[in-house]
């Protein structure tokens, strides 16, 4: 159940001001599939199951990826309250959360990260013409995951970036031919600042390229745009100004294993936040069963499966997502 605004106010302070950073992970169509739980030395997150995407997500895997993501932000943003913190998941019935224990430490040095929480983005925007370099690519790999977790480089040029461009296009062709998938991604447009100002979670107009047009104006013109060709041709742009595609696998493929996929994700996110670098999904493929199952066999990735495929590269900064205020996702 939804917290009163009393109940909300009575909670830590500490906790409510390191929620509000995991508030800002990013999540499918910007769901924010999440709901916080205060308790006197933790914070659980919950997965909000009113939240989903039953097309593109079926079971699930990416909303427990966003709350991976969740998971990682709090616990950067921890470390700047001064607490350090200890997660578990753990199975409740037929959903999986998450227990954030943390401990008030004194004279903690606080991630430096931390600073990259607000300026995370996902940027659609076509990229500048700019490869990323050797040495920054070596700083890249060299990043932690979790165990289990595994990420993969692909540099333009190479037969496999060709090879994943290929399982994109045929992505769109299987997604962009399917009315039902169209149809979700309508629910979460968002088409004017007063559309997304209405529930703050979805695609805002902005944050995908597109101009602010009346709801009845811009329904049917976003709607024109979603067809195989149209995405093709604007994934092709996309395409040609990518420095590298980078892919994330698991050998777990289990809830466990997308909230840790998610916490590396984040973390990665983070860190190319950090240095500049553009980040944004061309996860197609790996929404798709059968391209992912595909792509394992193909691709050298220890046979296993993509979870999620994103382009790297160099581009200015984009409008920022909006995002729910604290009294949404508090529960009791
Ligand atoms: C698991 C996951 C899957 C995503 N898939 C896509 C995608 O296929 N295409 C896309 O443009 N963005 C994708 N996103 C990005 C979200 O749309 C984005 O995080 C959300 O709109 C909030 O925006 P922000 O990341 O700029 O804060 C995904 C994000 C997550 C966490």
Redesign the pocket.
Known sequence: MIASINTVKSQNPDFLKIIEYGI?A?????TQPWKFKLKEKSIEIHPNLDKTLPVVDGNHR?LY??LG?ALENICVAASNFGYTSQADILQKDSVYIIEIKLQKTESLKADPLFSQIEK???N?SIFKSKMISADTLVMLQRMRTNPNVSMFYYKKGEPEFETLSKYIYTGNEIFYNDKAFRKEVLTWMRFNKKDVLKQNDG?AYN?VGSPSLPKWLGRPIVSSFLTPKKQNKSEEDKIKTTSHFVTFTTNDNTPKGWILT?QS?ENYWLHCTELGIAV??S??PC?SASLASEISKQLPINNELPM?LLRIGYADPMP??VRKTLKDVIIE
């Open positions: 800002k990013p999540s499918g169509h910007n990416e990826i966003s993501c995370r983005q996902t659609r695609l944050t998610g994700l944004a999904f996860n197609q929404e999620l920022y997502s």
